[in-house]
């Protein structure tokens, strides 16, 4: 079968991946810049097709819970977002993440705090690998830097909801939501029957018959014997992820003498970056976190070994650097350049900070 190649937004590839991987609903709210994937699944009405629901709840709050509804009956359901939009969803997330439901929240950050500005930013790391709600949750968190990426991270950020049992965030920010390439989309999938979702998630509210014990989705327990039990069963869990599902992409590193880390559209601008320093003499590396959480502390911490500098390069005021130097434990020098506002720093610039922070 030929490859179903097109040009479009990474937004758009988000709902056209969706559609074609077999999402059993999506529920959502605009917010700038993100709402194409409203939009574009409006626009390919697929529960005519597939019977897929989307739905634009009255606000980000009525989305997740009914998220939170959709994931405790087995089903693929998803929500999508910016960044003070995902704000107002971290109590429903905490609450997913407690009662151990698979489900997919896709944010296209942009610039805070507060309102802010509609412009790109990825100052929701912290938000997002952290917790960013109360408790002690942990979400799995992919960072494309791709459109392509955008379409693939669907189908892979489903699977691990489901093999964890545990929410899963596409953070993206708003240069890759509105930036626009060649993609080629997955193929068409049927989505699951009734009873192909009982097999599946066997722990499901799915209305089972009155002869058996109906399963009971909570996140609340008032015995706290009980609820230290869940929470250790949790910890167990996240250890289990982060020893398992680390991704990540190495560039030219085989020869490097110093280290850039970066994710999302900061890669693509480390990788012109270390093209230019290149052609000057200087030996650069990337190391593009894939998964944000796990994080590839492991990866970063053997290639430190070969560095003489770290730096991090982020559109924000220097969040996932704290994560690199935790990371680094020989005394390499790690060093943070970053752009606020909603402006994008260009490849030379990132290579002025690399000399100025760390070859002097």
């Known amino acids: 079968m030929a490859e179903d190649v097109v040009l479009m937004k990474g937004n758009e590839a988000i709902a056209h991946a969706a559609v074609r991987t077999g999402v059993d609903a999506y529920f959502g709210y605009p917010i700038t810049p993100q709402s194409e994937v409203l939009e574009t699944l409006a626009e390919l009405k697929p529960w005519e097709t597939s019977g897929m629901v989307v739905l634009q709840a009255e606000s980000e709050v009525a989305a997740i819970n009914m998220v939170y509804g959709g994931a405790a009956t087995g089903k693929k359901v998803m929500t999508s977002s910016s960044s003070p939009g995902v ?7 905490s609450y997913i993440a407690g009662a151990e439901l698979p489900a997919v929240i896709v944010n296209v950050m942009r610039g805070g705090p507060g309102l802010g500005t509609i412009q790109p930013s990825q100052a929701d790391y912290f938000q997002s690998t952290k917790g960013g709600g109360h408790g002690d949750y942990r979400l799995i968190v992919l960072a494309p830097s791709s459109v392509q990426e955008m379409a693939d991270f669907v189908d892979l950020a489903f699977e691990l909801a489901f093999k964890y049992r545990n929410p899963a965030l596409i953070l993206s920010d708003g240069v890759i939501g509105q930036m626009m390439e060649k993609v080629v989309l997955p193929e068409q999938r049927k989505r699951l029957t009734d009873e192909e979702v009982i097999a599946r998630c066997p722990w499901a509210a799915n209305g089972k018959p009155k002869t058996r014990e109906p399963n009971i989705i909570t996140s609340l327990e008032l015995d706290s014997a009980i609820m230290e039990q869940r929470n250790i069963h949790l910890q167990a869990k996240y250890k289990e992820i982060s020893e398992k599902e680390v991704r990540f992409e190495e560039i030219a590193c085989e020869d490097a003498e110093y280290l850039i880390v970066a994710f999302g559209s900061c890669a693509r601008i480390a990788q012109k970056a270390i ?60 060093e943070y350049f970053g752009r606020m506002g909603g402006i994008v720093p260009a490849p030379d610039e990132v290579v002025t900070a690399l000399k100025e922070k760390l070859m002097k």
């Open 87 to 93: 704000s107002l969803k971290q109590e429903g997330i």
């Open 275 to 334: 093209e230019l320093a290149r052609e000057e003499g200087i030996k650069v590396g990337i190391l593009r976190p894939i998964t944000l959480w796990p994080f590839p502390s492991k990866e970063i911490e053997r290639l430190s070994h070969h560095m003489k500098g770290i730096l991090t390069v982020e559109l924000n005021a220097g969040q996932m650097v704290e994560d690199v130097r935790l990371s680094v434990n020989n005394g390499v020098k790690v």
